[in-house]
């Protein structure tokens, strides 16, 4: 697969220009935390999280390479990239079949079948899915795509970035979640270009890519997390193991306790209700991870909301 590049980023930046929201900022008060802190609101993006930007960018490059089949799109997902897949399909007249874990929220299968996806459910984790998902692919000739380790979709990813720039041009570091990785390595090759560090926060429980920087390879991991129906990816992308090793990438581990506590600290001071995969980021900051210094700015992407805010006191 090829290495993903800044050009990727701008070229997919092109295309889904005018398609996508374009991301808000907001300051968080942190109690007791150093430095400035902001969250790069992509909650608010279509589908509910960011993966919207890179569904985007694959169905509009195969839209532009005519190479969009009768059989349509097919994709293995924890919910919110086949929300986005789906979405996509749609805007482009085209069927979308998604295959989610038997445990996938609810509120997930709800919202794809209202996006009109055929929705089947295989396995107890996402690599089960993805199986089931790659043979579709195969009998019915519908073009696969990829939750998270396809460079379309990473570089679509990586348009948030660039975003926030515009939006805190004197950003020092971005923070983001991590589960395969394709936000993680869209963001951190966009901010390796404009000299902005980069925070990868994993569950202790979902850590592919601690285990891949470790083994100096992708490899697959046992997934146990509060964050899994997110953040649940049993291997890390290539694309993210490179990008762990760029100048300026830390790796942070969170606690699911941090987890849960950061994202009831959205809910309690900002109203904010979003899903494990979107306040594990947080909870690098929240829980001391990660320490910002003295006047760094920082920007944390809540990434998404497709979550039961009844869940939250």
Known sequence: MQQLTYGDIKAAGERIAGRVRPVAVAPLDLPGGAGEVWAALELLQHTGSFKARGAQNFVQAHREAGTLPDAGVTIASGGNAGLACAWAARQQGVRATVFLPENAPAVKVARLRGYGAEVR??????????????????????????????????????????????????????????????????????????????????????QALHAAVAAGRPVDVTVESVAADSLGARRASAAALRAAGQDG???????????????????????????????????????GGYRPAEGERVCVVLCGANTDPGTLA
């Open 121 to 206: 459910l295989a396995g107890r984790e996402y690599a089960e899915a993805l199986a089931a998902c790659e043979e579709f692919a195969a009998a019915s000739g519908a073009l696969a795509s990829h939750a998270y380790d396809h460079p379309l979709i990473a570089a679509g990813a990586g348009t948030l970035l660039d975003e926030v720039r515009d939006r805190l041009p004197s950003v020092d570091t971005v923070v983001v979640s991590v589960g395969g990785g394709g936000l993680f390595a869209g963001v951190a090759t966009a901010a390796r270009e404009h000299g902005v560090r980069t925070v990868a926060v994993e569950p202790a429980g979902s």
């Open 249 to 287: 990438v830390s790796c942070v581990l969170v606690s699911d306790e941090e987890i849960v506590r950061a994202r009831q600290l959205l809910w309690d001071g900002h109203r904010l209700a979003v899903e494990h995969a979107a306040s594990t980021a947080l909870a690098a900051l929240t829980g």
